[in-house]
């Protein structure tokens, strides 16, 4: 047995309004380096209240982006990193306020500022070579668990794989659920649905274990209450109760693993650009073989909030993208080997994977 | 609203044989410092097969701790401190194994050796001056949370209180559910109901918030399992369950507090030296006016494993060792601002103390 031994978030700010914190926490710090803080905020915010309740001071960078045309990638990454080290130097410290994506492009970038050339010679487990800079997440919309994972997911030339190792885990996480109140409908259900399928997939494999099925239980019981329960709907107590099934489910597929949604999804990113919670939900309601109790509840969760997910989209690709896509997917071996075993290859082939495919 | 901001354990390890991990993870760290470990055991290992199988090498020192006189004390933290910085030097880090006494020693006793001293002057919160030195926490006994607490809990001669900062927080944690196999059914079942009072006084109070109610909330459904549920009982896969449900009743607590139960079995363990987790179970089964839910489903668990508390223990007290309890309680303001309220001393007095203890 390999000891499953991770490495935590240091700290875990929690509560309505804990966002006002932010100043103070990251007051001691700024006599790191080069003395000024780098903040990586979703574009979405530009015309918000929150981009003024930034506590960015003189010096400080604020640099917007807009994570909606694409999953992050290698080149942004070492792009902000070339921009500001160029052109200030290192930063104190790092701060990403956002989603899923400005979570990943903000440890990528905590660990590129320290390690020379492209993030892409990183992708995989334990390549950094030194840590990265102090960087704190504090996210906007909750499903994704990058707030407390340790692997900060990038789509490369080559791969969509993480940068993972202790070094990647945020040293601050903020976790103020009244940033998440103007997040939209459909972004707030697909998100969501993330910590829902990480728990199903977390819960149904080889490497399951009453750590990872504690966490996986509890985010599920709250993915209900937000999703299906009598209460169920986008409001404060619901949104407090996603951003901690976010934590929880994200802490569970760390002692666990991700499963078959989650390679497919990639493979669904990485050749048709699709973003990943999105890109999640159109192949899980496909699984019912695989997670049948998981689809049906999902089906019931889509049905409560009239979402409709497009069907027959593989009728559109190309026989060549469908095995572009399979090949990325089946590239995943750590989450077929926990979901279908460790025999895995006896029992899934690129045709299989195609097959899985074409359902969508 | 203050922000409540804490500090996890650094890297947690789950898992049945992980103990077996614990060498390699202290290897890296044996350069550090003057280059020895120092282990605390609980000496009711002296005997047994887990004793052997501790990884000291050549120059580590192995000491061993009869926890069940009283609750660690100060003078004793004090004379490991002293003791080995005066032959030895400082160690490069320290290992405790055992339950929440060997807990508190190990995580007091990692402090002490950078802060000089008597550890009474550090009881309290952030009074401690320098990092500690690296620790390790390895649990052998569920339920008392101190394997991912902020404090370690010490009775000095003036107060039971303590030491609270962020270097109190272990910088790894072993869970391996094996090492508890050998427990007592006596004191697995106390220590045990110290999970599920933390759970209950943390939900039932002022500071309770979506956090720290999804982590009672799941540990006392792990908790129900152990003990009352159709498969209750001292079983592997209930080791498992109640080791994760100690941890997560630990979060709950760090991020909400602990009431009434926990104030008065203070009172019993610093006048009349009661074990800490016996001690909240001879108190929480007369608090059902306060915690009625809680006390109702606790009779039951004791009914299910046939164990008979003490009554009328009081009788045997002077009035002034209930008012001296009375006063050790009354002091502790922050269980009762979470328990009754800010306003609580209009309601809270030395004599309705004095009358909660004389219903035991």
Chains 1, 2 share one sequence.
Request: aromatic fraction near 10%.
């Amino acid at each position: 047995m390999d000891v499953k031994n991770f490495k935590n978030a240091d700290r875990i700010a929690f509560g309505r309004g804990s966002f006002k914190g932010l100043s103070s926490i990251i007051t001691q710090k700024r006599l790191l380096n080069n003395n000024f803080f780098l903040f990586i905020v979703d574009q979405y915010f530009a015309d918000k209240d929150l981009f003024y309740r930034i506590p960015a001071e003189k010096g400080d960078v604020v640099k917007l982006i807009n994570v909606d045309p694409h999953e992050p990638t290698t080149a942004q990454v070492d792009n902000i990193r070339d921009e500001i080290l160029g052109s200030i130097g290192l930063p104190s410290g790092i701060v990403g306020i956002g989603g899923g994506s400005i979570m990943d492009i903000t440890k990528a970038a905590s660990l590129m500022f320290t390690n020379p050339g492209s993030s892409t010679r990183y992708q995989g487990l334990n390549l950094i070579k030194h840590p990265g800079i102090y960087h704190v997440g504090v996210p906007t919309i909750s499903g994704t668990g990058a707030e407390v994972s340790m692997t900060a997911v990038l789509t490369g030339p080559e791969k969509k794989l993480g940068l993972k190792c202790d070094s990647t885990v945020f040293n601050q996480v903020i976790l103020d659920p009244e940033l998440t109140a103007s997040v939209p409908p459909d972004k707030w259900f697909y998100t969501g649905m993330d910590t829902y399928i990480h728990c199903i997939e977390s819960e149904n494999g080889y490497l399951n274990n009453a750590y990872s099925h504690a966490y996986a239980e509890q985010a599920l019981q709250l993915c209900r209450d937000v999703f299906l329960n009598q209460h169920a709907g986008k409001t404060p107590g619901n949104d407090d109760k996603l951003m901690v099934a976010s934590m929880m489910g994200g802490l569970s597929l760390t002692y666990s693993e991700v499963g078959i949604c989650h390679a497919l999804s990639y493979g669904l990113s990485k050749i048709l650009h699709e973003k990943h919670c999105y890109a999640n939900c159109l192949v899980f309601q496909h699984l019912e073989d695989y997670y049948p109790e998981g689809v049906r509840e999902m089906k019931q969760m889509l049905a409560r909030h009239q979402i409709n997910l497009p069907q027959g989209l593989s009728k559109q690709w190309t026989e060549d993208t469908i095995t572009a896509m399979a090949k990325v997917a089946y590239a995943l071996s750590h989450m077929w080997n926990h979901a279908v075993g460790p025999d895995w290859k006896k029992k899934i082939t690129i045709e299989k994977i195609k097959e899985l495919y074409k359902r969508l």
